[in-house]
Nanobody
Framework: QVQLVESGGGLVQAGGSLRLSCEASGSILSINYMGWYRQAPGKQRELVAGISIGGNTNYADSVKGRFTISRDNAKKAGYLQMNMLEPEDTAVYYC???????????????WGQGTLVTVSS
């Protein structure tokens, strides 16, 4: 009922920048929360950044000052601007959204398929 599609991943040198996008589609009344998670090889998935429907944000300590999360409610999209990338940022990045369905008014948590970010040293 809800699809999240990420884009914008790729290969970048340390110190470079990437901008990830997440577009939501489906029977969506509202997107209450959007977040970005990442999972590096051999590690658990971790929260990178999150943003509420009102625009309140939270970040992992490791990305504070380098990454910025934003959203466009009209476009049902979220973004993660990543600056000063480090090799340690290499991971698959996943979009996560808490959605209220327009058909049933139920709350549903959805995940995207992930986009790979590789930062070379």
């Amino acid at each position: 009922q809800v699809q999240l599609v990420e884009s914008g991943g790729g290969l970048v040198q340390a110190g470079g920048s990437l901008r990830l996008s997440c577009e939501a589609s489906g029977s969506i009344l509202s997107i209450n929360y959007m977040g970005w998670y990442r999972q590096a090889p051999g590690k658990q998935r971790e929260l990178v950044a999150g943003i509420s429907i009102g625009g309140n944000t939270n970040y992992a300590d490791s990305v504070k000052g380098r990454f910025t999360i934003s959203r466009d409610n009209a476009k049902k999209a979220g973004y993660l601007q990543m600056n000063m990338l480090e090799p340690e940022d290499t991971a698959v990045y996943y979009c996560n959204a808490g959605v209220v369905l327009s058909s049933t008014y139920r709350y549903l948590e959805s995940w995207g398929q992930g986009t790979l970010v590789t930062v070379s040293s």
